[in-house]
């Protein structure tokens, strides 16, 4: 007796009622990440947000871009953005912090993005583009070093450049303090 | 009624104690085997038909648990190497040569008081020793141990191993953070600074096996390296081994580069406001994960669970123990009884000393070792597995030994110094491996 197709009682299948489950954390905690008074707990929030969407990437059948999320977006992006956050404040900040005084503005912006994507999905022609795509590290890896060579390297100088314009920039403070 | 009362009053403890038990147990066992008659088949068609699902469950279980006993192993192993070292003698109260200790210190751990301190940040406080603890069983799920024997083979494990070790610096800064303690804070600040600057080099090192191995699978990349020691990655990689293990080291958070915890500057770093089983899981996952990162090691550079030489004189069991049929029941009835007597018999004949029942009791404990070593043998020639977990453990604990060595020996870097160390020598030189291997690969193959 295997066990059944769909969910029990919901009569969704596992892969959906996974996906439910993951997408509400992601929302949850995308929530939390904007409402929380607290900036830690917000940075916090974002970590288990990027965690659900690397399972969401599993759920795709895309591991590979699942183990790069957490790789690089929690491992590293997260991390560097909470030593940041430790290490410029104070246990005794504001309540009211900075960012949650550009409400209206980050509304807007919100609102515009969300427009951009549901036009993009509604203008896609999904039937062509929903066929399995071969997700296995060599496949890719053809693909990114191959096709796409040229916008990766681009993407590689663009990166090179922010490094060294981001070193440049600390070195000024430096010699004029 | 007088008659039943007055019986039982007369009756030793001893006796009471059987007179409940032996029906109850009668009628128990009776219900447990009817249940298991009924229940069985069905069951068994479950179980069987989502074996990968319970195949899972198991792994991660068996993870969980294992983690208990190498932490004790490594904990004991550190006691008494940092001792001998020293020219102590180490614990030796509890149990023979004092091996019980570390689960003495387990129970110590468990029996403190929990504390909370004023001010901290409960939720995130508790939930950090969790997370790191987490992040280091999940670690544990692409260790192949033997062949066939890893939790999970995933075709990208060497990522993924990578990508969760780096989730135990979230769990790291948590903790330092909601301390509210400003060693904790500056702990956090370091484990923060130093996991990033050491995964790195830490992940590009083994680039180079994996150009070599042409796979990110842990299982594939030990099938590679099979045959003789001379086969082993180590060969190939010594730069990249190198590598790896200084960035282990400060990824593990071990003395020498241990400065998340450096107690002369940071009290005891992160963790200085834990205490109870709060604390007692961090000390935990410290010590498995001294145990992953040497076994990925093993895995990567040293074979895995490979024998490092064939075994000159092959063994074949001439007898197989389900060829004896009936008579192998009457082995495992009767074996005990005779090896006991057999073995006992020289005490009682050699010392008039020694009365009847402690020869018997010697015989008996020298008949569990012969038959344990015997089974073990056994199992050794006729299971694969068998042989791998040995060889894999093996060569995990030697690794183990040297951080426990490293410890006792090098005196702890500064911060300064580690991540300079970390930017300007261990990532040029793993980007030298990375280039070097490549080059040689296209140039003349995989070879």
């Not at chain 2, 069987?48 to 198991?58: E, K, M, S, T």
Request: glycine share 8%; proline share 4%; aromatic share 12%.
């Amino acid at each position: 007796m295997p066990i059944p197709d769909t969910v029990p009682i919901l009569g969704i299948s596992w892969a959906d009622a996974l996906f439910l489950a993951l997408a509400a954390v992601l929302l949850g905690s995308a929530l939390l990440v904007v409402t929380l008074r607290d900036i830690i707990r917000s940075g916090l929030a974002m970590v288990s947000a990027f965690g659900a969407l690397a399972g969401i990437y599993v759920l795709l059948g895309a591991p590979l871009v699942a183990a790069a999320q957490v790789l690089v977006y929690i491992g590293a992006i997260a991390v560097l953005i909470l030593f940041a956050v430790m290490l410029t404040q104070e246990k005794a900040a504001p309540v009211r912090l900075v960012f949650q005084t550009q409400a209206i503005p980050a509304a807007i912006a919100a609102i515009v993005l969300a427009l951009i994507i549901a036009l993009s999905v509604v203008a896609t022609d999904w039937g062509a583009v929903g066929r399995r795509i071969a997700t296995a590290t060599d496949a890719l890896a053809r693909l990114l070093f191959g096709q796409y060579v040229l916008p990766f390297e681009v993407v590689g100088v663009l990166l090179l450049a922010a490094v060294i314009g981001g070193v440049y920039i600390a070195k000024r403070e430096d010699r004029d303090a | 009624m007088t008659a039943v009362t007055g019986y039982w009053n007369r009756l030793s403890l001893a006796s009471r104690a059987l007179l409940v038990l032996v029906p109850a147990l009668l009628v128990l066992g009776g219900v447990a085997t009817v249940a298991l008659a009924l229940l069985l088949p069905p069951l068994l068609d479950f179980l069987g038909a989502n074996l990968g699902l319970v195949r899972f469950i198991i792994a991660a279980t068996v993870i969980i648990v294992v983690t208990i006993p190498t932490a004790f192993v490594i904990i004991y192993m550190e006691l008494k190497v940092i001792a001998r070292m020293n020219l102590r003698v180490g614990p030796d109260r509890v149990g023979p040569f004092g091996a019980a200790q570390s689960v003495v210190h387990g129970l110590k751990v468990l029996s403190k008081e929990d504390y909370t301190p004023a001010g901290v940040d409960v939720s995130v406080f508790t939930l950090a020793p969790v997370a790191v603890f987490l992040t280091t069983i999940m670690s544990f799920l692409v260790i192949p141990f033997a062949p066939g024997l890893v939790a999970q083979d995933l075709n990208i494990a060497l990522l993924y191993f990578f990508a969760i070790g780096g989730l135990n610096v979230v769990g790291l800064m948590m903790a330092g953070w909601a301390s509210y303690n400003k060693y904790s804070l500056i702990g956090a600040l370091r484990a923060a600074a130093q996991a990033i600057s050491y995964e790195i080099p830490l992940t590009l090192s083994v680039v180079g096996v994996i150009i070599l191995a042409g796979t990110m699978s842990t299982t594939a990349i030990v099938a590679q390296q099979s045959g003789s020691f001379l086969d082993w990655n180590v060969w190939k990689q010594p730069l990249a081994l190198l590598v790896f293990f200084i960035a282990a080291t400060a990824e593990a958070n071990r003395t020498p580069l241990d400065m998340t915890e450096a107690d002369q500057e940071l009290v005891a770093g992160f963790a200085t406001e834990y205490s109870g089983m709060r604390f007692g899981f961090f000390f935990f996952a410290e010590y498995v994960n001294v145990f992953v990162v040497s076994a990925i090691m093993v895995v990567l550079f040293f074979g895995g669970w490979t024998a490092p030489f064939d075994w000159p004189f092959p063994v074949q069991l001439a007898l197989d123990p389900a060829s004896l049929g009936i008579g192998l029941l009457f082995l495992i009835a009767l074996a005990p009884v005779l090896g006991t007597v057999i073995l006992a018999l020289p005490f009682w004949l050699g010392s008039s000393r020694i009365s009847t029942l402690q020869a018997l009791l010697i015989g008996f404990v020298l008949f569990n070792v012969v038959a344990v070593a015997a089974l073990l043998g056994w199992a050794f020639v006729s299971f694969d597995w068998v042989v791998g977990l040995f060889w894999m453990l093996a060569k995990s604990y030697v690794f183990v030994f040297v951080f426990v060595q490293m410890r006792a020996t090098f005196p702890r870097v500064r911060i300064d110094q580690l991540m300079g160390f970390a930017w300007k020598w261990l990532l040029p030189a793993a980007l030298l491996n990375i280039f070097v291997t490549a080059i040689a690969v296209s140039l003349v193959g995989k070879g």
